[in-house]
């Protein structure tokens, strides 16, 4: 699989309860040199993006959590800075991906499972497409 456009060390903040899928997530995306956080609680996540917002350039998380709802995160997390691109995953049906794209904060939805070179393309256009906007 080629490598386009430089992930120039970006940092992915994954999140999503399952051990197995953040661990997972990680593995891809440092594959492709993107520096990775990975968070199981929605709850610490949002704390760590309060703190380092400047720094994170890309929300990669799950839509279904305890105690906090991917999308719930995604809407708390551009409220404090509206510059971040946000990927919603979810293991739902296709009709529920086209309604989380209505939401003007959300950069794109994945389906579980997906193949990596889905992940990496969705990961490079919306961070192509926030740089574009927020330019």
């Given at each position: 699989?080629?490598?386009?456009?430089?992930?120039?060390?970006?940092?992915?903040?994954?999140?999503?309860?399952?051990?197995?899928?953040?661990?997972?997530?990680?593995?891809?995306?440092?594959?492709?040199?993107?520096?990775?956080?990975?968070?199981?609680?929605?709850?610490?996540?949002?704390?760590?993006?309060?703190k380092e917002?400047?720094?994170?350039?890309?929300?990669?998380?799950?839509?279904t959590m305890?105690?906090?709802?991917?999308?719930?995160?995604?809407?708390?997390?551009?409220?404090?800075?509206?510059?971040?691109?946000?990927?919603?995953?979810?293991?739902?049906?296709?009709?529920?991906?086209?309604?989380?794209?209505?939401?003007?904060?959300?950069?794109?939805?994945?389906?579980?499972?997906?193949?990596?070179?889905?992940?990496?393309?969705t990961i490079?256009?919306?961070?192509?497409?926030?740089?574009?906007?927020?330019?």
């Amino acid at each position: 699989m080629k490598k386009e456009l430089s992930s120039q060390k970006r940092r992915i903040l994954i999140v999503d309860d399952e051990s197995a899928i953040v661990g997972l997530l990680n593995d891809i995306l440092r594959a492709f040199e993107y520096a990775t956080i990975g968070i199981q609680d929605p709850l610490k996540a949002l704390e760590l993006f309060k703190k380092e917002h400047d720094s994170i350039d890309l929300v990669l998380t799950d839509l279904t959590m305890p105690n906090l709802s991917g999308l719930k995160l995604a809407r708390l997390m551009n409220q404090i800075k509206k510059s971040t691109p946000i990927v919603i995953l979810t293991g739902d049906s296709e009709t529920l991906a086209e309604e989380l794209l209505q939401e003007d904060f959300i950069s794109g939805v994945l389906n579980k499972p997906m193949m990596a070179g889905e992940l990496i393309e969705t990961i490079q256009h919306a961070i192509c497409q926030t740089e574009l906007e927020f330019a």
